[in-house]
């Protein structure tokens, strides 16, 4: 496989949880510390009230009730990365933007009013089926912005961030676009809360990832949007790249619809992809972003995996902070890996206090110090599904 060309990033914008924007979120992450809740915006009947990392604030304003809460997630993620690449709205439309965004959650027909009142024999306003027909967050922004290029929505699991800045990355390379507005949002909702516990893998505590003691996930929300760019457009707007896309890698091992599969080939596939297409080797890579929701198999699985392919590079998972937030997660996570080499550290995996001895590594417990200048960050997804991007800064 050829080697691809970096794409640069320019912009970030970024919010979960631990804060408004990725500077906040940042500080977060160092603090140590995290505070998962019983849900406020959700109900639920059951005996246990399991733990969630709600973004506080609220954020869909008035003129803005027309549409889902992980739409209002996007555009908010969305100004911070217009503003951190110095692009107005009206630069926006002298460009061929494009958007590619992942989510799942927000893709969920989940109006259960709107349901209750049509089964109890009444007439629901169809006000509630607008608002969801309103908010495809590609188009979205797309329509918000008048922006001309392509736009696609990601519905990959929880791998479809990392895949939405993957394949937003290839249509800088091939010339579809100038520009590409990517990454991922989702927001917390019933469907997926009540469907977690459902399935048994999502934990009554703070989740521990990688742990010897881990029951499971806690579920998060939040959205991470980029500013992708061709070297053309930042020479024409005398712009200095903050990162590179410098790989990516997909695949699917189709093992289980929830379960990876245990020798972890279909992740195999996806590093080998991402890190031939970078035209880097394991030696250059400074830490790794895990997937590290917590759940027995998953961690088990990347364990073995990266003992394998990155022997003694330190790596982290940071959903111990955000919870899992599914559709964003690649993409936050994307976010938390550029601004980790940039102050040249990453957290502490909180949550991980013993060492699994089914497990051949561990992760980082202290907020530690990396030299480099590249990185990997992987997601792992129901189906089998895996992305994964290296990013960074190389010559070019």
Not at 132 to 156: D, E, I, M
Not at 157 to 172: Q, V, Y
Not at 200 to 219: Q, V, W
Request: charged fraction near 20%.
């Amino acid at each position: 496989m050829k080697q691809s060309t970096p794409v640069a990033i320019t912009g970030i914008g970024c919010l979960c949880a631990g804060g408004q924007n990725l500077s906040e979120c940042m500080e977060y992450l160092f603090q140590g510390e995290r505070l998962p809740a019983p849900p406020v915006n959700i109900s639920s009947d059951h005996s246990v009230s399991y733990p969630v990392f709600e973004v506080k604030e609220e954020l869909i304003s008035s003129e803005e009730r027309e549409i889902t809460r992980t739409c209002a997630l996007t555009l908010t993620a969305a100004l911070e990365a217009f503003e951190n690449a110095k692009l107005s709205p009206k630069e926006l439309k002298e460009h061929h933007v494009g958007v590619c965004i992942g989510t799942t959650v927000g893709t969920t027909f989940n109006r259960e009013g709107f349901y209750r009142d049509y089964h109890a024999g009444l007439f629901p306003e169809t006000d509630r089926v607008k608002r969801f027909l309103n908010s495809n967050p590609s188009s979205l922004l797309s329509h918000k912005y008048g922006l001309t290029g392509p736009r696609q929505t990601v519905v990959n699991a929880c791998s479809s961030g990392g895949d939405a800045l993957g394949l937003a990355a290839e249509w800088i390379r091939t010339g579809v676009c100038d520009m590409v507005i990517a990454g991922g949002a989702d927001e917390l909702c019933r469907v997926t809360y009540n469907g977690f516990i459902s399935l048994k893998i999502t934990d009554s505590e703070p989740c521990k990832p990688f742990d010897r003691e881990r029951k499971g996930l806690n579920l998060g929300e939040g959205a991470a949007i980029f500013v992708l760019e061709s070297e053309d457009s930042i020479k024409k707007r005398k712009m200095k790249a903050r990162s590179y896309i410098l790989g990516y890698g997909s695949g699917c091992d189709a093992y289980h619809l929830t379960a990876p599969i245990p020798d972890g080939s279909g992740l195999k596939q996806s590093i080998s992809e991402a890190m031939e297409t970078s035209g880097t080797s394991s030696e250059d890579i400074c830490f790794i972003s895990a997937h590290g929701t917590g759940t027995p198999d998953n961690d088990k699985v990347e364990a073995l995996v990266l003992s394998e392919v990155f022997p003694g590079t330190p790596f982290c998972s940071t959903k111990g902070y955000t919870g899992h937030t599914l559709g964003a997660a690649g993409a936050i996570e994307a976010a938390f890996t550029v601004a980790c080499l940039e102050q040249g550290r990453i957290p502490a995996n909180i949550g991980f206090t013993i060492h699994d001895p089914g497990l051949p590594v561990s992760p980082v417990k202290h907020a530690t110090e990396v030299k480099g200048h590249v990185a990997v960050s992987e997601s792992l997804a129901f189906g089998g599904n895996n992305a994964v991007l290296v990013l960074g800064r190389i010559e070019i």
